[in-house]
């Protein structure tokens, strides 16, 4: 290497995606792009990335970013937008009071970011009205924490996934949603036999990898936890020795609970399955010691999460497997930092530091952070909130680092309740989400870091605090969120309290604030970081929390049976019966269940940047059983409409199985920004869970219709384009370009005539039988390739995956010209892509197992297919069987 040429800096970050918190090496190449790997020294991950940490490196570049404050559309100064805010804050709270200001965080904030903005919102402006896109992740597992333990508090760690025998997944699609941790449960597999059950509706991919799956019915996993803790008790299983020393409740819970499921029978019953998976179920969790309960998405969005979460604990303190090796509930969360917003109080139910509204809290906190405006009492929590937003309760909102007219619920009357505010801010690093779109009377946007940016701390699943660092430049004039947030403090008057000169200093308070006078009281506490110096921050390692400032930090909670209620007690808690929290009727005779899916990460304002990552699912879907397609004339890939009373979209139908007959299910990655019509937050009525405020994101009475469009077809363009009002469209970005798939009432013959106006002055090569329907163009500039459309009748729906890969040439051969006015380009296709990392499409792997790989390793070994961060792995396995089947027939 040239002496003078200096070697790329890799700097050890953490992945911005989800609770895993897998640690990433980040190789800046000097020109505002990035070589990532995984961090082998990490914990979490050992150097693995899924699918969407491999492809963080397509996400960072700068298209598409907000670069400058801007006030009601127009690009200012920071000075005068700090000036807006602040000067619109002071008046609305001299106005209407401080409670008529509101925040929305985010869990994709770092920990810092969050400490500021609540500690400005709670002590400093004294509204309680500051709650986070978490209440729709997991605050249900933190309620039922609290009834349980005392405390907000995950019992065990990742090593206790690997030590496991037994490992029950509730509501959680862990291959697509926590991959990293999958692999590891997988490897667990492998070494010591570890079973996998998993309780969900919907035979998910990490349904199939199950050796016992309980397909239950919707909202009912209550009465099988009912049940377990019934037959526990029956058989001899519990603990009794733990129960009579460490909790209090076991009577009136297992009364509860043999009201709602009192045999083996009752809760095959009750939860729709057969009576002989149930008896296996209870039998393989009542005879093993070691038995990790982890629960997700699927027990905690649902109106009655929390009691899901403490049946799970309830059958963990029966028997006293909590904290210890191999054994316990366990939260898995859904955002990097949705556990360092609950450390520092960034939910509307807590104050700070896991401390809550006692009078000796609020007391405690007031002289810590020397707060003149301390709240005394919870705040509205994230429904609750936006309602009083709708009813002009709420004057003004700063939502930050979220998407909420996306991913919340009813997401439609968000939108228009958002022109009422007479001040709406957005800090936010996108320029044109959903979010940043809405205006109020007054509208801010505020440009903010980005990941690989900005310098802090997250928090993962299993409480170990992770530093992301900055490896790039900040973009334009944006800034890091806890810096704008101190500036408004400081025109607001509490300077003094926001003075802080970095990073490092606002997680020195944090720290020193949990330790504020709680001698073992409280289960956060990092009193032992409260005074590291500004390098050793920069340095830190990943460290698991409590770390007081004496005594050791601990990777498991609970182990000495000490819980943090008044007594030293766990309680058990009685449970209700399962009920869903609305009906459905004969108009909307379906459950519609939201969730996520492999390659995509919440709005897809960064994984939508990747064209590996766009591939897997490039247009918004619903799944349906067979059986209800059928009966509706719906066929695999038409266009289906599913509605509720509070909105509508249209989804492409993918007919499958692992749904249950009368339910469907739809992802919410989808905005305005990325499709014509596929919101699927708007049609959810998440009715809240009465204890968390977590509100129901899986069970929707919805209707489906068909949606039939003249003709479907594909356009590749180079810059993005927008179709004219009245098609449907969906937007995916494709190598060397953007890529649309849309449907049209419009004829070939107009759709020709649009081209030609569109693409005026080019020269187009066109293939034309308007008599059939079918047109295909494609248009040059010189020898470039700029554009490409194939449009065909409906029932022909034209495939786009061989024209990608002739697109992806910028100058392409005469064959592929010929190819792509031919309609070969449509045949001779690899089939929509399994394998992100490699680009491996379904039908090269189909090809290989028909010519005889076997297996998942012969699969790989033929053509790369499940080689590198194994997300796909569990789509490879569910494939083997039916090609090999299909082969031998
Ligand atoms: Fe990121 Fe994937 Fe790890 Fe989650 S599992 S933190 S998305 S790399």
Not at 767 to 791: E, I, P, T
Request: net charge neutral; aromatic share 6%; proline share 5%.
């Amino acid at each position: 290497m040239n002496a003078h040429v200096q070697a790329p800096t890799t700097v050890k970050t953490t992945c911005p995606y989800c609770g895993v918190g897998c640690g990433v090496l980040a190789t800046p190449d000097g020109q505002g792009g990035v070589a990532i790997a995984g961090d082998t020294g990490h914990p979490a991950n050992f150097g693995r990335l899924c699918s969407k940490g491999s492809a963080l490196g397509e996400t960072v570049s700068l298209d598409g970013r907000l670069l400058h404050p801007h006030v009601d559309g127009a690009r200012t100064s920071w000075e005068a937008a700090l000036g807006t805010v602040a000067g619109s804050l002071r008046k609305i709270a001299e106005q209407h009071g401080p409670d008529s200001i509101a925040f929305y965080l985010s869990g994709q904030l770092l920990t810092e970011d969050y400490y500021v903005a609540n500690k400005l919102a709670k002590g400093f402006l004294g509204t309680p009205h500051v709650d986070t896109n978490s209440r729709l992740c997991m605050s249900s597992a933190v309620a039922a924490h609290r009834r349980a333990f005392g405390s907000d508090t995950v019992p065990g760690c990742y090593e206790d996934l690997d030590e496991a025998d037994v490992i029950v997944l509730v509501g959680s699609n862990t291959a697509w949603c926590h991959p990293i941790l999958f692999r590891r449960m997988i490897d667990a597999r492998q070494k010591r036999g570890t079973k996998l059950v998993v309780v969900d509706p919907r035979r998910t991919q990490t349904g199939e990898e199950a050796d016992l799956f309980l397909g239950l019915e919707p909202g009912t996993d209550t009465a099988l936890f009912s049940g377990l803790l019934v037959h526990l008790a029956a058989t001899g299983a519990v603990d009794a020795r733990y129960v009579a020393d460490h909790t209090s409740g076991f009577d009136g819970a297992l009364e509860r609970a043999a009201a709602i499921a009192p045999s083996v029978a009752a809760t095959a019953a009750a939860t729709g399955l057969s009576e002989a998976d149930v008896a296996a179920f209870f039998a393989l969790f009542s005879g093993t010691e070691r038995v990790v309960t982890a629960f997700s998405q699927g027990a905690n969005q649902s109106a009655q999460g929390t009691d899901k979460g403490n049946a799970i604990i309830n059958c963990h303190l029966a028997t006293g497997r909590i904290g210890r090796p191999g054994a316990g509930p366990f939260s898995l969360t859904g955002q990097p930092n949705a556990m360092g917003g609950r450390e520092v109080g960034g939910l509307a139910n807590m104050l700070a530091a896991h401390m809550h509204f006692a009078p000796e809290e609020v007391d405690r906190v007031r002289r810590f952070w020397k707060a003149p405006n301390i709240i005394t009492g919870e705040g509205m929590k994230a429904v609750a909130l936006f309602e009083a937003v709708a009813r002009g309760k709420i004057k003004a909102l700063w939502v930050m680092g979220t998407n909420p007219i996306v991913s919340m619920p009813r997401a439609d009357a968000i939108r228009e309740s958002i022109k009422g505010l007479d001040l709406y801010v957005v800090s936010e690093a996108v320029a044109d989400s959903d979010t940043a779109r809405a205006t109020g009377k007054k509208t801010v946007l505020l440009p903010a870091l980005a990941w690989g940016e900005k310098d802090g701390t997250v928090t993962n699943s299993e409480r170990r605090i992770s530093r992301q660092r900055a490896f790039l430049k900040p973009p334009g004039e944006a800034r890091a969120d806890w810096a704008i947030i101190a500036d408004v403090a400081k025109r607001l008057g509490h300077g003094a309290a926001f003075a802080y000169p970095n990073a490092a200093a606002i997680f020195r308070e944090h720290a020193a604030l949990s330790a504020y006078e709680n001698n073992g009281t409280r289960d956060f506490d990092i009193g032992g970081l409260a005074d590291i110096p500004d390098a050793t921050y920069a340095g830190t390692l990943p460290l698991q929390w409590p770390l007081p400032k004496r005594g050791k930090a601990k990777a498991r909670l609970f182990a000495d049976g000490r819980f943090y209620t008044f007594d030293g007690r766990a309680r058990f808690v009685a449970v209700q019966a399962p009920a869903l929290a609305q009906a459905v009727t004969e108009a909307e005779p379906f459950v519609l269940n939201t969730g996520r899916v492999r390659d995509h990460w919440h709005t897809m304002t960064r994984t939508g940047k990747s064209q590996r990552l766009s591939a897997h699912r490039a247009v918004p879907f619903v799944e349906i059983h067979p059986d209800d397609a059928a009966r509706l004339g719906v066929q695999e890939g038409d266009l289906a409409r599913v509605s509720t009373p509070h909105g509508s979209a249209i989804l492409e139908a993918m007919l499958t199985d692992g749904v249950r007959r009368g339910n469907l299910f739809a992802s919410f990655h989808w905005s305005d920004a990325t499709a014509s019509d596929a919101r699927v937050g708007a049609l959810v009525r998440g009715v809240p869970d009465p204890v968390s405020g977590q509100p129901e994101l899986k069970a929707t009475p919805a209707a489906l219709t068909p949606a039939p469009y003249r003709n479907r077809g594909f356009l590749l363009t180079r810059a993005e384009y927008t179709p004219p009002s009245g098609w449907w469209w969906a937007r995916a970005t494709v190598e060397g370009g953007s890529g649309l798939q849309f449907a049209t009432q419009e004829s070939s013959r107009a759709v020709a005539l649009a081209m030609r106006g569109l693409f005026q002055g080019l020269e187009l090569a066109e293939y034309a039988d308007h008599a059939r329907g079918h047109y295909r163009c494609a248009v040059y500039d010189g020898a470039r390739l700029v554009a490409c459309l194939a449009l065909a009748p409906s029932a022909a729906k034209p495939g786009w995956e061989a024209a990608k890969a002739y697109f992806a040439q910028a100058e392409p051969e005469p064959a592929a010209r010929r190819a792509l006015l031919s309609g070969r380009a449509e045949s001779a296709s690899a089939g929509p892509t399994v394998c992100a990392c490699h680009g491996v499409g379904l039908d090269v792997i189909t090809g290989v197992i028909a010519a005889g790989a076997g297996s998942v390793e012969a699969v790989g070994a033929a053509c790369k297919a499940g080689t590198n961060c194994g997300s796909c792995i569990p789509e490879i396995r569910k494939l083997l069987p039916q090609v090999l089947a299909r082969n031998a027939a």
